[in-house]
């Protein structure tokens, strides 16, 4: 069977890891390459060959590393998986015509990386939105508490929740480029959704989750909601999205309020791909022309992320 050579970066984050578990799990033969700026990279044993990169934001320096290994190691497709390579591949993307990229539209990265263009966006179509602001533009319209959130922080970085003026003021001097958010719903109702888009047909699964480990779902269970299926879909089809992205909500006593759009596979991206929804294999299905079709595998479960070790450099005594 021939080899797909497939190169995944940032393989020591949790996101890295998954896709790598994915890609083990297909029928397809894949040449599996990783990259990180940690040499001590987890992810770093899963795969055929490492490399250590250097970081992102030096782009000359980052992109002649990836040309380098794109021409050595016959790489047919690229799936960035950090929000920062994210945006450098869709900045860069015709500087690799030769391969696929698993990266979505430039609109969707650009509006979905933002958490202003995304509350603009959502309002604009006529979606559920939570209140936000930008904070040179806020006027004590929320009530406490609320969310001081960076406009471009991932993964819950930089997020905080503010009680009152005075730890308010605080933030204000210490995080820049901040957006003001009311907080919709609790954590007891909070979800996360896989979205899979042909261009044509969406695909979606839901699991109510818990976090844990950070900001990771550290439990997942398999919910079935026409309600949240239907958001999902409008997003998708008011995005024109042609691939992957990650909704998460929340419940509240009027409707699900979806609070982040990340234009990317999550954490959860193993978990759905054992109950079914296959994205990373799909999305490259859909670069080759392939037919897809999501046939849910179960009617509910529950999943529960364990934790593990890896170790580099042992010396016996």
């Known amino acids: 069977m021939l080899q797909r050579g497939i190169l995944i970066t940032g393989v020591g984050g949790d996101i890295g890891q998954g896709i790598i578990k994915c890609i083990k799990n297909m029928e397809y033969a894949f040449d599996v390459i990783g990259c990180d700026t940690d040499c001590y990279a987890a992810g770093r044993r899963e795969v055929r060959i490492f490399f250590e990169s250097p970081p992102v934001r030096e782009n000359q320096k980052y992109l002649e590393f990836i040309k380098k290994i794109v021409n050595a190691e016959h790489i047919n497709y690229i799936i960035p998986t950090t929000e920062a390579e994210i945006e450098f591949y869709s900045r860069f993307r015709d500087y690799f015509n030769e391969v696929r990229l698993i990266v979505n539209s430039s609109f969707i990265i650009d509006t979905f990386l933002d958490k202003y263009k995304t509350t603009n966006f959502l309002k604009s179509n006529g979606l559920p939105y939570p209140k936000t602001y930008l904070i040179e533009d ?82 997942a269970q398999l919910i079935y909601d026409e309600e949240i299926k ?50 990373v294999k799909w999305w490259m299905d859909l670069k080759e022309g392939q037919e897809i079709k999501y046939i849910p595998k179960y009617k509910r479960g529950i999943a529960v992320r364990a934790l593990g070790e890896t170790f580099f450099d042992l010396v016996p005594l």
């Open 138 to 219: 806020y006027n004590n319209e929320l009530s406490f508490p609320m969310l001081l959130k960076k406009r471009k922080g991932y993964g819950g970085k930089g997020s905080v929740i503010i009680n009152d003026n005075e730890e308010l003021n605080f933030y204000k001097t210490k995080i820049k480029d901040v957006v003001i958010q009311e907080i919709a719903g609790t954590p007891d109702e909070e979800y996360t959704v896989g979205v899979f888009s042909t261009g044509k047909d969406v695909y979606s699964i839901a699991f109510k989750r818990v976090l844990g480990y950070g900001s990771l779902s550290k439990i």
């Open 230 to 279: 239907d958001l999902a879909e409008r997003i998708a089809k008011a995005s024109s999205l042609e691939g992957s992205f990650n909704i998460q909500l929340r419940k509240t006593n009027k409707c699900y309020v979806p609070f982040e759009i990340n234009p990317r596979f999550s954490s959860t991206v193993y978990t759905r791909h054992c109950f079914g929804f296959q994205d």
